[in-house]
């Protein structure tokens, strides 16, 4: 499976009254990412709060997701569990609903080695046909895997195909695309960092940013693509700050508070998380203002 450019996150909107999944808002955010022309659509990370939705939740929305993006983009679906078993179940369930790629992180609570994540991400391998996207993610998962070990998971299990990098080392990047000459693809998950990891080598950049400002962050990958540096660099810092902000307030947190701004209320997230104060709700306001003046 080919996939670069911009692969978008939704976030998960629940009701004010029930609290429940809102499926209606969720199709109001897919579409505002096909809308900002995203390359694919990824759901059920960290954005849309997947380690806070029940089983159940889990899959409503993940078949929600297929059918609504109706093939036209991609759609990847985020599986970070402690268990090996717990994964191959959501594995399954994503490929019988018809998801294109899973991306799978090796959520662990004991450290684990490379012998133990290596067999987690084989035996996921063994289970689907489905292409999985390797997903290093130490802060949030308490696991780290070198570019070495994830390239070598790439050359020796069948389906895992590519890397998503969200450390925030560009020393990583250029080791993926030097080591590898080039030929496996990596994605970049961390926002302040998209400009350098396109330069180093990087296929996309995987971001819940075009929920809020749309096609800002394709026209900061096309202008790359293009060789335009000068407009690359004057896009990327034209979003710096605000995607320095989403990060640092919570990815879900910030973006549902940005949609009520501009006019999309689409709940809260799920506690403990809690909504951005009012000051930081007006400081997003402001970029958001500034943001879309010049877009």
Known sequence: MN????????VTPFSDDNGNVDFDNLGRVIDTLLEAQVDAIAALGSAGEAAYLTENEW????????????????????IAELTTAQSIKRAQYAYQVGVDMIMVSPFSYYKLNEDEIFGHYESISNAT?????????????????????????VNDITNTCMIKDSTGDIQRMHKIYKLSNGKVPFFNGCNHMALEAFNAGASGWCTVAPCLIGKQPKQLFDAVKQSDNEKARELFYQQYEFLEFIVQLGLAAAVKSGFAIQGTPIGGPRKPLLPLTELKQKQLKTMLLELNSVA
């Open 3 to 10: 996939l670069s450019g911009i692969v978008g996150y939704p």
């Open 59 to 78: 899959q409503q929305v993940a078949e929600y997701t297929v059918k609504h993006v109706n093939h036209r983009v991609p759609v990847v679906i985020g």
């Open 129 to 153: 046909p489905l292409p999985i996207m390797i997903y290093n993610n130490p802060a949030t998962c308490g696991v780290d895997m070198s570019p070495q070990f994830m390239l070598k998971m």
